[in-house]
């Protein structure tokens, strides 16, 4: 038996020689019908985003050739972080390097401590690792962190679109400061941190600590302020927050560290990431279901700028 695929302008409601103006409202509308916080289901809602993407992309309709899509590879230490340039992996579209600037400035820090002379073949050789002092450990715990939450990401369907290793101010040449990943969704805009601080953490008062995070960091603080500051430029809002740290490094699959000004921020294990992201998220002012999400996508694709 010999079966089609739904035409991607059936699902939409329009004719092939539709406006862009025509095809974009359609979209919308088709959207928001589909969306189940509207009425709709997960399963109708990412058949629209797949219209979408066929119609809006000539390069994502059918050619008759094969294509092979790239996935992120298993973190290690030995291991480089997933290709920069764009790429597809179980439907989601992936911008950036996770991990990239990390792996650069462990590089840098490894050969600063090591000092004149000669410099070891391998930063990435265990026993090199074993020598170094905490502080430039953590750089590299770091990027293996951001690199695994990437991995967890992929899994993604069409409806998300993630940018790692996102600049917010600052240069390569001086301090850098970054949101790890930004991660668009159906309806919410994330911004992400991936950290591995090597022992677990906790909440207290609406921040987290734990005996690898030094007591003059506030991680939800700083997170916070990277949030409000990066989209300003863009004309966009974040939605939402969250922490992905290692599973044995908290003590439930998702955890709300505060809320604040309607935007909660969340404690996530790596192998729950997917699972906050996708299902019902708790109080936010700041959905974007309907008219405003393909705005968002359009500013954040013309406007992200990478470490």
Known sequence: MVTHSPDPYDILGIKPGASAEEMKSAYRVALRAAHPDTGGSP???????????????????????????????????????????????GGLKSYG?????????????????????????????????????????????????????????????PPFVVWHDVLVEGDR????SKIDHVLLGPSLLWAI??????????????????????????????LWSQARYFPKSLGVKVSALAYVVPDDHAEHDVALIRLKRGIPCYLVRQSAVCELVTGDTPATSRSLVGDDLFPVREKLSAGIRFV
């Open 43 to 89: 399963e109708r809602f990412a058949l629209v985003q797949r219209a979408w993407k066929e119609i809006s992309e000539p390069s994502s309709l059918p050619t008759g050739s094969s294509r092979v899509s790239s996935t992120h590879r298993e973190s290690s230490w030995m291991t480089r972080s997933p290709s920069p340039t764009g790429s597809t992996s």
């Open 97 to 157: 390097h996770p991990g990239g600037w990390f792996r650069e400035l462990y590089g840098r820090q490894v050969r600063s401590w090591w000092g004149l002379g000669s410099t070891p073949e391998n930063i990435f050789d265990p026993a090199i690792i074993n020598q170094v002092p905490p502080e430039i450990r953590h750089t590299l715990d770091a990027a293996i962190a951001e690199e695994a939450t990437a991995t967890a990401l992929a899994e993604l369907g």
């Open 173 to 176: 040449s001086s301090t850098v």
């Open 193 to 222: 941190a991936s950290e591995n601080w090597g022992s677990a953490v906790r909440i207290v008062r609406g921040e987290l600590v734990g005996e690898g995070i030094p007591g003059t960091q506030k991680p939800w603080a700083t």
